[in-house]
């Protein structure tokens, strides 16, 4: 009875070990493709460190995970007390280090509001500066997701850098429609052509909405799966003779 049991549990570590094994790969492929993606979004994580610093912090997990799953798997297959003790501490460090890393992002969640993002734009953004590192990835990002400031183009008010530099020009160039409507570039600067009204907070909540979700939900699946994981890690660990 005895030895079912824990040929019942080696299994179940097992499977749960697959599924750890398939969320770090997971992971793995979502930080990758947000640092080698051409369509812009990394562009729109480099305007933020909190965001760039999340992408590594992706990456280290997913790899993390990735490993222990492999391990987890061997470990409960060939029944070695060494490696199920070791993927035990190292899938609680883990755990440890994740539930850190969602309290960090709750206190420092003022940092990804749209009030944030607005002073920001209005203090740094120079328009044309190909040179200023967050000039540029502003200008990605509205170019991208087909937007003005963060809110509106009311953003590029007489208080911001940008109109302190271009005294002449309501909008950024980037911030003009590119349709037939538009006759001259000139016009569109001087607010007297169609501008982009949409903001870009807007926008980018909007395009990202439902990853956001699928990310939260996908993350409470991942600790649920680690924490059974640890469970049948040390059951078997004890039943192994």
């Not at 824990?6 to 097992?14: P, R």
């Not at 080698?36 to 990394?42: K, N």
């Not at 222990?68 to 035990?88: D, M, P, S, V, W």
């Not at 944030?116 to 953004?125: A, W």
Request: net charge negative; charged share 15%; with cysteine.
């Amino acid at each position: 009875m005895e030895g079912d049991c824990l040929s019942c549990i080696k299994y179940l570590m097992f499977i749960f070990n697959f599924f750890i094994f398939l969320g770090g790969a997971f992971l793995l492929g979502v930080g990758i493709w947000v640092l080698v993606d051409p369509t812009g979004f990394r562009e729109i994580v480099a305007a933020n460190p909190l965001l760039f610093t999340g992408v590594y912090a992706i990456l280290i997990m997913g790899g993390m995970l990735f490993l222990l799953g492999f391990l987890g798997c061997c470990g409960a297959i060939r029944e070695n007390k060494c490696l199920l003790l070791f993927f035990f501490m190292l899938i609680l460090i883990i755990f440890l280090a994740e539930l850190a890393v969602a309290i960090l992002a709750f206190i420092f969640r003022e940092h990804l509001t749209r009030d944030y993002f607005t002073k920001e734009l209005k203090t740094h953004y120079q328009g044309t500066n190909s040179t200023d590192v967050f000039t540029s990835t502003w200008n990605a990002i509205m170019t991208t997701f087909d937007c003005c400031g963060v809110n509106s183009a009311e953003d590029f008010d007489d208080q911001s850098l940008f109109r302190r530099l271009n005294p002449s020009r309501l909008v950024p160039e980037v911030c003009c429609q590119r349709n037939h409507l538009m006759m001259s570039k000139e016009e569109c600067l001087k607010g007297i052509m169609p501008i982009r009204n949409k903001g870009c907070y807007s926008a980018v909540v909007d395009y990202f909405e439902t990853y956001i979700y699928m990310a939260g939900a996908l993350a409470i699946v991942v600790l649920t799966i680690e924490l059974f994981a640890m469970v049948f890690a040390m059951c078997l660990f004890r039943g192994i003779q």
